[in-house]
């Protein structure tokens, strides 16, 4: 997705400034190109990477950091505003009666989208109604027809009728027993006069609440000018972006919502009905850029910290990606860990490792309640330096001596080792990530 690349590539530069409290110029040219690269790359307008870059340039040259903030937070807080406020708040939907009309071209996705949404609103309480009026593509009746039986939603079409207006005008009368009227229109190919004089003639008969155009995540630089067809000609108040699931970059999104002054409202993720999402920007932006979320993540750590009060050995969840893992490692890690909240919600927010891989580990890899860690920390207190550098040397004989000295039972030794072992292994598992994973837990995620 549009983002994807910027979180990583981001994060390179981020690193350098690693220690650093003050930003200068070079630092921030290079970040500035760092962004500019990716979001173009991902087919964001041109102008638009200017302006944002410009932005978070004059920022953070300008902005003093608030007291204590590392020059890489500070960097990482104003890409992020910057993002948030590119992308705005979600369009607002109301939970109330009202017609909204989809727009887009063909294969964008707004038959489906118009039946997805119609089962979002009856999740909601409501009671939708999809009206067909998509003369032009042969198979467009069948479709949302047979989408909307699966989403158990009322739907109102006529495959021997050719005049959409008049298909528009019945189908509103046909269903006026609805709260929520959703009008599906017609695509073409490329914007044409004949789609855009049909659009607002169905506009002027259904008198929408709101106009939403259907974009496929996957539409690069021709955005732009679609986006502002559609606006000139019915207004656009929100984006659908669709097909999120699959490997689109999505910058033409953000250009159309940035293009008609929009918001975005609802995200695709799949092809069946419930494949559907509210668009939530701040938690989308933080996974985008592989940031895991922010804010909590800041909070819940700076917490730890205090209680921890470790100085010198204060704990970076980042750090669990680097190295060799030590049973020292482990023992703060826990410590670190129980403070924070359970391991598998702190290891959602790691930057860069998102969510749903958590299905793909042994339910004992999470399991660290406080007891068993009083034990553990009792247990490691009897080992020597070298046996917590380097477990693996810890045979029978060791394990006797360590059980003796601790007061604890052999087979508790034996299970922080094991333990230690397990998190070991899908610590490795983590850092040989590579980016297929990586989609299939945004994937995930967004589910
Ligand atoms: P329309 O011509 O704009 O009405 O587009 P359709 O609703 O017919 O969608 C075109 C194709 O995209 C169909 O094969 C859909 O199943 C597929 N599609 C729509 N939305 C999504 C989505 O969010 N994810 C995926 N994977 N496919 C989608």
Redesign the pocket.
């Known amino acids: 997705m549009v983002l994807d690349n910027l979180g990583s590539s981001l994060r390179g530069s981020l690193d350098k400034l690693q220690g650093k409290s003050r930003l200068d110029e070079d630092d921030v040219d290079e970040i500035v190109r760092e962004i500019q690269r990716s979001l173009l790359s991902a087919d964001v307008d041109v102008s638009l990477v200017m302006d944002l870059s410009s932005s978070i340039e004059d920022r953070a040259l300008h902005e003093e950091p608030p007291g204590g903030t590392s020059a890489r937070d500070h960097v990482l807080k104003i890409v992020y505003e910057e993002l948030v406020d590119l992308i705005g708040e979600s369009t607002d939907i109301p939970l109330e009666p009202q017609t909204i009309l989809l727009a ?10 118009a039946a997805k949404m119609a089962w979002w609103f009856s999740t909601k309480g409501l009671r939708p109604a999809v009206i067909q009026t ?1 003369t032009f ?1 042969p198979g ?1 009746y069948d ?1 949302a027809k047979q989408m909307c039986e699966e989403a158990e939603v009322e739907f109102y079409g006529d495959p021997d009728e050719e005049d959409p207006v008049k298909i528009a005008r019945e189908g509103m009368e046909a269903t006026e027993d609805a709260d929520i009227h959703i009008v ?1 229109t017609a ?1 073409r190919h490329a914007l044409e006069e004949a789609l855009i004089d049909e659009i607002e003639e169905i506009e002027r008969q259904v008198n929408p609440d709101r106009s939403m155009l ?1 974009l ?1 995540a996957a539409i690069g630089q021709g955005a732009k000018d679609q986006a502002r067809e559609f606006d000139d000609s019915i207004g656009i108040d929100g984006v659908v972006i ?5 490997t689109a970059k999505g910058g033409g999104a953000l250009t159309a919502v940035n293009e008609t002054d929009s918001s975005i409202g609802f995200l ?4 069946t009905v419930q ?1 559907i999402e509210r668009f939530e920007p701040n938690g989308f932006i933080s996974r985008l850029l592989g940031m895991g979320d922010l804010k909590q993540l800041s909070e819940r750590v700076e917490r730890a910290m205090q209680e921890t009060q470790e100085g010198e050995d204060d704990w970076d969840p980042e750090d669990i990606m680097k190295g060799s893992f030590t049973l020292k490692d482990m023992q703060k890690q826990m410590e670190a860990m129980n403070k924070m909240g359970p391991l598998d919600q702190v290891l959602d927010m790691i930057p860069g490792l998102g969510g749903g891989f958590k299905d793909e580990l042994p339910d004992d890899a999470m399991d660290v309640t406080q007891d068993r860690m009083r034990s553990f920390d009792v247990i490691m207190d009897s080992m020597t330096e070298e046996e917590l550098e380097n477990p693996r040397i810890v045979g029978a004989s060791r394990v006797r001596r360590i059980a003796r000295g601790s007061g604890k039972g052999e087979e508790l030794v034996q299970e922080l080792l094991e333990q230690h072992k397990m998190m070991e292994r899908t610590i490795k598992q983590f850092q040989g990530m590579g980016d297929g994973d990586m989609q299939r837990m945004m994937k995930k995620l967004q589910n």
Do not use: C, H, P, W
């Open positions: 887009g071209l063909q294969g964008s996705g707004k038959t489906t989208t998509d593509r467009a479709q599906d695509g259907v496929d669709t097909k999120l699931d699959g695709g993720t799949g092809e494949d």
